[in-house]
């Protein structure tokens, strides 16, 4: 008797230990995996994250990190982002394709999804190279539907954007560029314009507008004159929702060191819990009491 005693105590004190061992094991995995504070050497806040449940849903296909690379996705293509400003909203992205002062090269030019939560950031400027004087649209009336009209009204409400005169200086100092000036281009197949021109479709499409490349950049860093300096690149913001609170549960959670993300529940197979947040923690006992409060 007191043997089979024993052993259904030696039995539940493993089913026991078994039970513990499984609930700490699965915050932990997701913590110490999935979740981090930083991809590379670029920290991560939210709305972003670094896998699966990190930070928010809507930004996830966009934003992902992998093995110390954190690329931003388009319908255009993958972009590696170069830094992220919290504090303004902004992150900041390179294109591989595009050109500069010290380098050109044809591109197929870049888009952002209409339903991605990011748009063109001001301080945008995107200069068009190489356009055909003759064929694009940039330097005439004709939309995009192929659509004209003789008394310079559009009969489609797609026009194309214009090229902003007031950039002319600027394709004057790319085209002063050695990599530019020694492909001999006039001046004429440069175009200038602003992100706000492109409607609300965000897309540059080059082979509609007849151009081989473009530049993009967002800053002149103090250095109007010299595009060898510019920052190149392109800007985008992004907003935490409609009306872009920041949700106070992620503050309280990044102050603690914690990483703010939103639970899945792979064993019932339920999908993201919206507003509902985990404070994945370096601990686990902090993971535990956060993980089965939510």
Not at 2 to 18: H, I, N, Y
Not at 125 to 150: A, E, I, K, N, R
Not at 199 to 224: I, R, T, V
Not at 236 to 263: I, M, Q, T, W
């Amino acid at each position: 008797m007191a043997t089979a005693t024993t052993s259904t105590t030696t039995t539940l004190l493993a089913l026991v230990a078994f039970f513990i061992t499984t609930l700490t094991s699965f915050p932990f995995k997701v913590s110490s995996q999935a979740c981090q504070n930083y991809c590379g050497n670029i920290p991560i806040k939210y709305p972003f994250g670094t896998g699966l449940g990190c930070g928010d849903p809507r930004f996830q296909k966009y934003v992902t990190c992998n093995q110390g690379k954190l690329t931003f996705t388009s319908h255009t293509g993958c972009y590696p982002i170069t830094n992220i400003d919290y504090s303004n909203q902004v992150i900041y992205i390179s294109d591989p394709s595009m050109s500069t002062c010290s380098c050109t090269q044809p591109s197929k030019g870049f888009g952002l999804d209409w339903d991605a939560p990011f748009s063109f950031h001001d301080d945008t400027v995107f200069t068009l190279l190489d356009c055909s004087t003759t064929s694009s649209p940039m330097f005439s009336t004709t939309d995009y539907g192929g659509g004209s009209s003789g008394n310079g009204s559009s009969s489609s409400s797609s026009m194309v954007p214009q090229c902003d005169r007031t950039g002319a200086p600027i394709c004057s100092f790319l085209y002063s560029c050695r990599a530019i000036s020694m492909m001999n281009l006039p001046i004429s197949t440069c175009c200038v314009y602003t992100p706000v021109d492109l409607g609300p479709s965000f897309e540059m499409d080059l082979q509609k507008l007849k151009c081989s490349s473009y530049a993009g950049f967002y800053s002149f860093n103090g250095q109007e004159s010299n595009p060898d300096d510019w920052k190149y690149g392109i800007a985008l913001k992004y907003k935490f929702n409609v009306y872009n609170d920041y949700p106070g549960s992620c503050a309280n959670c990044e102050r603690s060191h914690g990483v703010c993300g939103c639970l899945v529940d792979q064993f019932l197979g339920n999908p993201f819990h919206f507003n509902q947040f985990v404070d994945w923690r370096d601990t686990m006992e902090m993971e535990i009491s956060h993980v089965f409060h939510v």
